[in-house]
């Protein structure tokens, strides 16, 4: 998984989701905008970050190991148990 690029600027935020409150367009493989990054930070628990676009992978997300989201990047997110996570974005 990249890192962010240290030249984009932080511009919103999601609100806090919990693996029953995580809408189905997450659950569901989706792409972010091009030129957008997003950032999953995970509070508690575990979530699943499934990539699809090359080069394709899955990451266990938790409080210490956030995901990147590229842009226009197919991806979408499980949770494994109870989670709380918001996303970030940056451009």
């Known amino acids: 998984m990249k890192a962010l690029p240290s030249t ?3 511009y919103r ?5 919990t693996e029953v409150t995580v809408p189905d367009g997450l659950r569901k493989s989706h ?3 091009a030129g957008v990054w ?3 930070v ?9 990539i699809h676009a090359p080069p394709a992978g899955e990451f266990r997300l938790d409080p210490d190991n956030p995901g990147v989201i590229e842009p226009a990047a197919e991806h979408e ?3 494994l148990g109870q989670v709380r ?3 970030e974005f940056y451009r």
């Open 8 to 10: 984009v600027e932080f």
């Open 13 to 17: 935020r999601t609100p806090e989701f």
């Open 31 to 33: 792409r972010s905008r």
């Open 38 to 40: 997003g950032r999953i």
């Open 42 to 50: 995970v509070l508690e628990g575990r979530l699943l970050y499934r």
């Open 77 to 79: 997110v499980e949770p």
């Open 85 to 87: 996570f918001f996303v």
